[in-house]
């Protein structure tokens, strides 16, 4: 709760900055204080408790998502230092809407109120209409922002729905009844009506197949910095979240609806891979291997003991891998119209260091070992095939080996090519970001359980 | 047996080897020439010095290491000196020493001639390890390790293509032949579960006759393959002839004297197996006869002269083996060191004559060189006399002796080994008349560089020629020393009748040395009296056009193996490998292709976007509530 | 209102609540005109409101009323960014047809 | 303990390597392969003095429980002394090379050589999987970066072979995962202990399968192998082919199967009429090739098939002989890819009809080449006649007909690589000078002439280095 708060009150003081001219600090000191969060956040670790009448529940899993998320933050507030060089007079907007996006993301994971989660992906969900439009003159932004806002919204009325009809069947929104009356023999129809409202509301904003055509669309044409906000923060949030309902009300659930889980999460992969073998634009390849990514992160919710500990490692996984990819995407196309894999030609020659972070990242996110991906899709591929799902392993198995095709093609574009462009300069916070990712990365994949312990 | 001989024995050639392989070009011609034959002799000294000390049931075998561990026996580094292998030493060594004696004049121009001598070592060396080793393996390292050394001097002169590709052949049908010999090998391990000769022996006298005689047959086939190859025999003798292609010491030492008798050898090693296989002893004896009938009809319309020998040794290892097929190993080990003499003796007189004739090998083009080089001439008439079975000469004993068993085994046999044997006699006296008789035929350039070969090559010459004629002398009739000498191992007491000198004997004594003098006398009609000489190639027409043209055999393996394989090959390069290929790449671009359609989909249309969002709904939650 | 409801019963409330969101959803799905499709989205919103308070007094309970205005504040929240967001494509394009952002493709 | 200081060696030495600079990267690298040399074979003599602990273990990740488990018997101490005898003499053969981004390229093939070691000794599923695939990435960039030839196609083939390579990795990655289901460990020992169902079993058999046939390769699986050898530099050929396929075939008797053996048992005649066919295959094609690397490529593919054979066969001789002819392969295939790479820095070209007439000009060479040339037919005295006398004996102990087909590599394989000899070699001189070898150059024959001889005439201690893991392995086959 006090982390909540604290990130809320972080995001005002940072528009209090702007009004107090303190521009130049503003991402230095965000970044320490999201660190003090972090650790105020940590505070909370093995503390169980809920406030204000259930609407907010803190517990391990809350408090290791939300960890997580404070520190995808962090790395976004500091790539965004450079990243508004031209609108510095934004700054402060939009590392405030990042902040504020993240008191959204908390919000999301630890809700004990269907209220307080519609905030939540609410919050997540305008800042993101924002940021992603937020490139004013670029007709490119305004069509992402456009669709993501439209399509989004419907999204968010289906989710609407689904929560009513809930209501509807039970009385009430706190988290602790709807347990109660999902494992119950005798409750409205309606009940899981609106249980699946929320779970396709929700399939929406994790991009899974066939609800993930925003994605592609969206990643492309907003800011690159608001893409690796979309791919990273906010696809692990709308995962989470997803766990946690899934969790919550998956009592007594009908094996059909493990049918349409493994068959959405193969198709997501499929898909998702499949789309991004022919795409010149590195975000919506990006985009379409999120979707995959989306595909395997359901994984996390088929058989019979689903874990939390899979999913948060999985997620920190494909986020730091995110992250190390974007920070390299934003150096090499800083000054550039488009994030074309031509403009990424020759950086093993003239940023070495950079094209191996983003080759790490991207061998990471194929799931080669000692990166943290392959033990991700290890994780997975166990639990799976425990409850019985060879078909589906094979079918991520097949996923990986295209994955590899288009993660490859970006490889070759960096170390087979003369470079295209200049590539002047060092930015402190883009290297900073790309290295600690980097290491993180190779200190989960080396020790896994230093992430799954968290959470068992 | 004394280790340190046994060692020098065997390490003497090698250690010339060595030398000659890296300090040759260092030490010059005459030191590399030198220490070469000086290996080779101290081997001959050894193996006198073994042979003198040889005593009856002593033990023979030298131990060196382990060598090979498998289940169920394994194979140690190790030599036996028994009479067998001393005897084939004993010329392996001597008739080497004369060589490398003779190589010294013969190469001297050559550039390559420390190469020469190494390589002459190493064959020599091999020679030793197949001959004295005492089990399969061993022998199987110096066999293979022949045909390299065989393969190396073959192409010796590497700038011809020609004679590469004649290296090759030899080296790859013996290992079509290696390749049964190998199996022969594997059925034998599996078989007695040794592979040592005296275990075999043991195990083939104790429990050979509880053994599926099946695999028996067909492990003594498989070897008899082995032979095959490096014996020259029918199907797999055509390398021999174009190993020709090598320095005539070479074809003198390699392709006449030693390495080719290996195969007769091994299955006299082995006698106790073939012994037990009859009917694999019927098909040694029809391939040998075969192959001797076969070989000589071509050697009647060859006209390179060491061709003309080459088919002869072919014809003269076929009756080898019918004498081994018929079970008279000590007949066929007789002739094989005859054979080693005088036909050692006829390569290194053609060698000479070749020399003398400014290296021209057609003997359209000699003549009349018997009174330029009187001493070539008459040692060369020597063998050629023995060779055709004239007595007392060393070739009217051996061959008499395997016509003698082959008649006493089928009546057939003996009337084909005839025939070749007349054969034989005709050919070997065309080439004599064509070379040494009439007028020269040659250039006026030749012509004016005739001249005798210097004595160290023409003493070689006269010591082989001596030995043969006199070389009989060690198994005639009667009192044969060489059946004693090995009675020990062939255990021949128990076949007496073999050497009966009935009336049938001097029958067939006197039938053959008319044959033979029948043979010499139609070639004295044709090529003395009548004057005549072979015509050009494109004139030969009919049987002679055949015959010359060697039956086709060359043309017909290269229709039906080694064309079929190297179009098999192209397919495989241009089809197979392609299609496969293509099928790997087939799913990426697969998969590029629907990633194509795909796009096509993701039209950027909010409509049809939020349209499949909601048939995707839909179709979730009706299957949900129908699946129910 | 309770009695009110008695009368027409919850299941009704439900169709309508259901047909309203299904023409807004159609409304989405079928209009061009960005404003139009905007008013869409808020017609589902306003069905689903419509729905919490017949909930809220079918279960005689205020917390569905409260958390319709919730659901109000953030559907202007959201709207407001949405216009600003048609406001700077009007800008730039000269159009509101949703049918002409198709840059982003493929 | 000590197997570990090797690996951080490697390690160590290819971030070293890589902080060297571009002119030194070579030296130091030879000097780390070579103090690893030195230090695999204190390793042997240390286990031959009983000194060697056989098992490590460490723990690593608890859940999944993964514990770093190292085991180092006499087969994979083999192994281990196979990559680093070979290391320097693959480091050695690129000295006189000026490559760009040289430190690079020797951090990549010091990191390689680890991650092979470490595939060697590990003796957890995972952890042998992480080196596994991580030995496949240095390979990648090294033939990507350094390769020869059009860039496009250059590209187009190594993405294919690590596409399918990786592919076939992770179909093995699935079968440990369900090993890991049924066992809860993937200690080699546990697994081993495993009793598994046919089924079962034959579904682990598949998965690893994939990941081997690809690897070594198989025959229909091998159509990476060929342009990726043509495409490599000389030194990631050798790496590729005198080291790497190794794994996959050390791995097929170490994990394959003695975890599967009743579907190994069950499949035995197929397996082997495909690695048979291998050799058929392998070396019909390899009869019209064009490119000498292409060439070989396809002898290699002939060879491991015969390799493979032997160990599908499932008899003790033929693993034995099939662990000393991987040794012996190993040597031998370094050998002859040194010797094009000799030729390519003479003439620039590899293509069979541009050469010949080399054996005029240059005698050691030709000496050399020839010796290599005959130690890939399996001369006698060649430590490949060791290997192959005993893969064709073993094999004919289950089948003659094994032998007799499998035996038709000594003929077919004499026939393509005399042939390829003499045009390469043999011939009038050619009229571009050829200079002879080099000291270094002399010296990487001369090193693996050595071996290749001593081990020809004294195998023994091969023989006992591995006898208690064939032991293992066959006692494994049998019992369960």
Redesign the interface.
């Known amino acids: 709760m006090n982390t909540l708060i604290a990130i809320t009150a972080l995001g005002v003081i940072c528009l209090i900055f702007e009004l107090l001219n303190l521009r130049k600090i503003l991402v230095p000191f965000s970044i320490v204080a999201l660190c003090g969060i972090l650790y105020l956040n940590s505070l909370d670790y093995n503390q169980t408790a809920s406030y204000y009448n259930n609407m907010i529940v803190v517990d391990n899993f809350s408090v290791t998502f939300t960890a997580l998320f404070i520190v995808l933050t962090t790395f976004l507030v500091a790539l965004g230092h450079h990243f508004y060089d031209d609108v510095p007079e934004k700054l402060s907007d939009f590392v405030a809407i990042k902040i504020f996006l993240l008191s959204g993301a908390a919000a999301m994971v630890s809700f004990g109120n269907l209220a307080m989660f519609f905030l939540g992906i609410e919050v997540l969900s305008i800042s993101l209409y924002i940021l992603a439009a937020s490139r004013r003159l670029n007709i490119k932004s305004n069509e992402s922002g456009m669709k993501y806002f439209l399509m989004g919204s419907f999204a968010s009325g289906i989710i609407l729905f689904g929560i009513c009809l809930i209501y509807g069947a039970i009385g009430s929104f706190d988290m602790r009844v709807i347990m109660e009356a999902a494992v119950s023999a005798d409750v409205e129809e309606w009940f899981y009506i609106g249980g699946i409202l929320l779970a396709i509301g929700l399939l929406f904003k994790i991009a899974a197949v066939p609800f993930h055509f925003w994605a592609p669309d969206v990643y492309e044409g907003a800011p690159a910095l608001t893409t690796a906000t979309m791919s990273t923060l906010a696809k692990v949030t709308a995962m989470a979240t997803f766990f946690k309902l899934f969790f919550a009300m998956s009592g007594n659930l009908p094996e059909t609806s493990q049918t349409v889980l493994v068959v959405l999460s193969g198709l997501s992969m499929t898909v998702g891979n499949i789309m991004a073998l022919r795409q010149a634009n590195v975000k919506r390849m990006l985009a379409f291997s999120g979707i995959s990514h989306a595909g395997f992160m359901l994984m996390t919710l088929i058989g019979t003991q689903i874990s939390a500990g899979t999913l948060l490692y999985y997620g920190t996984a494909y986020a730091f891998a995110g992250i190390g990819a974007f920070s390299v995407i934003l150096y090499v196309c800083r000054h550039l119209e488009n994030e074309d894999i031509v403009n990424f030609q020759g950086l093993g020659k003239s940023n070495p260091f950079l094209a191996f972070v983003l080759t790490t990242s991207l061998l990471s996110m194929a799931g080669i070992p000692i990166f943290a991906g392959f033990f991700a899709k290890l994780m997975l591929f166990s639990q799976v095939l425990e409850s019985g799902h060879l078909a589906l392993v094979i079918v991520a198995v097949v996923n990986s080996i295209i994955a590899v095709g288009y993660y490859f093609k970006l490889i070759l574009a960096m170390y087979t090519k003369e470079p295209q462009h200049e590539r002047t300069g060092r930015p402190f916070y883009i290297y900073a970001v790309a290295t600690v990712a980097l290491l993180l990365n190779l200190t989960i994949g080396l020790f896994p359980s230093l992430v799954t312990d968290l959470l068992r | 047996m004394d280790l340190s001989i046994i060692l020098l024995l065997l390490l003497a050639p090698l250690g010339g080897f060595l030398i000659n392989t890296f300090l040759g070009k260092q030490l010059g011609k005459g030191a590399s020439g030198a220490i070469g034959t000086l290996a080779i002799v101290i081997s001959f000294v050894c193996t006198l010095l073994l042979f003198l000390g040889l005593e009856p049931g002593a033990d023979t075998k030298a131990d060196l290491f382990h060598w090979l561990t498998f289940q169920n026996f394994s194979v140690d580094f190790s030599f036996q000196f028994d009479q067998l292998s001393l005897l084939w030493l004993l010329f392996v060594t001597g008739i080497g020493s004369l060589i490398h004696l003779y190589s010294i004049s013969y190469m001297h121009h050559d550039k390559d001639f420390y190469k020469f001598f190494s390589y002459l070592n190493l064959f020599v060396f091999f020679m030793i390890v197949l001959v004295s080793g005492s089990n399969l393996p061993i022998l199987f390292i110096g066999w293979e390790g022949v045909g390299l050394c065989s393969y190396l001097l073959i192409g010796f002169w590497y700038s011809n293509q020609a004679y590469n590709d004649a290296a090759k052949k030899a080296f790859i049908m013996n290992r079509v032949g290696d390749l049964g010999l190998l199996i022969g090998i594997f059925i034998l391990a599996t078989v007695a579960g040794t592979l040592d000769y005296q275990g075999l022996e043991t195990f083939f006298q104790t429990k050979g006759s509880l053994v599926d005689s099946t695999w028996l047959a067909v492990a003594a086939l498989c070897l008899f393959i082995g032979a095959c190859g490096k014996s020259a025999q029918l199907p797999l003798y055509t390398w021999l002839p174009d190993a020709m292609a090598g320095p005539t010491p070479v074809s003198a030492l390699i392709h006449a004297a030693t390495m080719v008798t290996a195969g007769i050898f091994m299955v006299t090693r082995l006698h106790f197996l073939f012994d037990l296989v009859p009917a694999i002893q019927n098909v040694i004896a029809v391939v040998g006869v075969s192959t001797a009938l076969f070989a000589a009809t071509i050697g009647l319309a060859q006209n390179d002269i060491k061709k003309v020998l080459a088919y002869s040794t072919v014809s003269q290892l076929g009756l080898m083996f019918l004498a081994l097929g018929v079970g008279a190993y000590e007949v066929a080990v007789f002739h094989v060191i005859t054979h080693a003499f005088f036909k050692a003796c006829l390569f290194l007189g053609a060698g000479s004559v070749i020399h003398a004739n400014s290296d021209e090998q057609d003997m359209r083009k000699m003549g009349g060189l018997r009174k330029v080089m009187p001493i070539t001439f008459i040692t060369m008439l020597i063998s050629s006399l023995a060779i055709a079975g004239i007595f007392p000469l060393s070739g009217f004993w051996s061959k008499d002796e395997i016509l003698l068993e082959a008649f006493h085994y089928s009546i057939p046999f003996w009337a084909v080994a005839s025939l070749a044997s007349i054969l034989t006699a005709f050919y070997m006296f065309r080439l004599m008349f064509l070379t040494f008789f009439g007028e020269f035929r040659g250039t006026e350039h030749a012509k004016s560089h005739l001249h005798e070969s210097p004595a160290l090559m023409t003493i070689p010459l006269v010591i082989l020629a001596t030995l043969a004629a006199v070389g009989g002398l060690i198994s005639i009739p009667g009192s044969s020393w060489l059946m004693h000498f090995l009675e020990p191992l062939l255990h021949t007491d128990g076949a007496p009748e073999h050497h009966a000198l009935d009336q049938t004997a001097y029958i067939l004594m006197a039938v053959a040395s008319v044959g033979a003098l029948v043979g010499i006398f139609i070639a004295y009609r044709k090529y003395i009296s009548n004057k005549e000489v072979p015509g050009e190639d494109s004139e030969v027409t009919g049987f002679t056009k055949v015959l010359a043209e060697k039956y086709y055999v060359d043309e017909l393996y290269d229709s039906v193996f080694v064309k079929p394989i190297n179009l098999l090959a192209r397919f495989f390069r241009d089809v197979v490998e392609t299609a496969l290929g293509s099928l790997v790449y087939g799913f990426g671009k697969a998969a590029a292709e629907i990633s194509n359609q795909g796009r096509k989909v993701h039209n950027g249309s909010i409509g049809l976007y939020l349209f499949v969002f909601v048939i995707g709904f839909c179709l979730i939650v009706s299957y949900l509530f129908l699946a129910q | 209102m309770q009695d009110v409801l008695n009368q027409v019963g919850i299941n009704n409330y439900i169709f309508l609540s259901v047909l309203l969101f299904c023409i807004g959803v159609f409304g989405v799905l079928y209009r061009r005109n960005a404003i139009i499709v905007l008013m869409s989205i808020e017609i589902m919103l306003n069905a689903v409101n419509l729905l919490f308070v017949a909930f809220s007094t079918y279960h005689e309970d205020a917390q569905g009323q409260v958390f319709v205005f919730f659901s109000m504040a953030v559907a202007a929240a959201e709207v407001a960014v949405g216009l600003a967001i048609l406001v700077s494509i009007f800008r730039n394009i000269g159009s509101i047809d949703v049918s002409n952002l198709k840059k982003l493709r493929g | 303990m000590e197997v570990i200081y090797l690996l951080i060696l490697l390690l160590v030495g290819a971030g070293l390597t890589y902080f060297s600079v571009d002119k030194a990267a070579s030296r130091v690298a030879l000097l780390i392969s070579t103090v690893a040399f030195g230090y695999s074979l204190y390793l042997v003599s240390l286990h031959y003095g009983g000194q060697l602990p056989e098992n490590i273990h460490f723990d690593?990740?608890?859940?999944?429980s993964i514990g770093f488990d190292l085991r180092l018997d006499g087969l994979a101490l083999l192994m281990l002394v196979l990559t680093t005898t070979l290391l320097p003499l693959i480091v050695a053969s690129g000295i006189e090379t000026k490559f760009a981004n040289a430190k690079s390229l020797y951090a990549l093939v010091l990191l390689m050589a680890f991650a092979m070691c470490g595939t060697f000794v590990a003796s957890n599923g995972?952890l042998y999987?992480?080196f596994w695939?991580?030995a496949?990435?240095p390979i990648y960039?090294i033939a990507?970066?350094w390769g020869s030839g059009d860039?496009e196609e250059r590209?187009k083939q190594v993405?294919?072979f690590?596409?399918?390579t990786?592919?076939g990795s992770?179909?093995m990655?699935?079968g440990f995962?369900?090993l890991?289901?049924k066992a809860g460990s993937l200690l080699l020992t546990d697994l081993y202990k495993l009793e598994l169902s046919y089924d079962e079993q034959l579904l682990v058999f598949g998965g690893f399968f994939l990941a081997y046939a690809i690897k070594i390769p198989l025959i229909?699986f091998?159509?990476?192998q060929?342009?990726v050898y043509q495409k490599a530099p000389a030194m990631g050929t050798m790496l590729l082919s005198g080291i790497m396929l190794k794994m996959g075939l050390y791995s097929v008797i170490r994990w394959q199967i003695p975890i599967s053996p009743d579907a190994s048992k069950e499949l035995m005649p197929y397996l082997v009429w495909i690695g048979i066919a291998g050799v058929i295959?392998g070396s019909?094609?390899?009869?019209?090739?064009r490119d000498v690397k292409k060439l070989l490529a396809y002898s290699s593919l002939a060879h491991v098939g015969l390799i493979a054979a032997g160990f599908y066969g499932l008899?003790?001789?033929g693993i034995?002989s099939g662990i000393i002819q991987m040794f012996g392969h190993g040597l031998v295939v370094v050998g002859v890819f040194f010797a094009v790479e000799v030729i390519e820095r003479r003439y620039q070209t590899r293509a069979i009809s541009e050469l010949g007439?080399i054996?005029?000009q240059a005698v050691k060479f030709a000496?050399a080449f020839l010796i290599v040339t005959?130690a890939s037919v399996a001369?006698?005295?060649t430590v490949n006649?060791?290997g192959e006398?005993?893969l064709?004996?073993?094999l004919?102990?289950q089948n003659?007909w094994f032998?007799?087909i499998g035996?038709?590599t000594?003929?077919?394989g004499?026939?393509y690589m005399?042939?390829m000899y003499?045009q390469v070699?043999?011939?009038?001189?050619n009229k571009k000078p050829f200079a002879d070898l080099s000291v270094t150059e002399s010296l990487i024959f001369g090193a693996l002439a050595a071996v290749i001889f001593f081990f020809g005439?004294?195998?023994?201690p091969i023989?006992d280095l591995i006898a208690p893991a064939v032991n293992e392995i066959i006692a494994q086959i049998s019992t369960n």
Request: hydrophobic fraction near 55%.
């Open positions: 690593w990740i608890s859940k999944p995972l999987y992480i695939e991580v496949l990435i960039f990507l970066i860039a590209k993405v294919k690590f596409i399918y990786f592919a992770l179909f990655l699935v995962v369900y890991y289901g229909p091998h159509t990476w060929a342009n295959y019909i094609v390899a009869l019209r090739q008899t003790a001789d034995t007439g054996r005029a000496s005959l001369l006698p005295g006649f060791v006398f005993g064709l004996f073993s004919s102990t003659v032998s007799v035996g038709l000594i003929v077919l004499a026939y005399l042939k003499q070699m043999l011939g009038e001189a005439i004294y195998p023994q023989n």
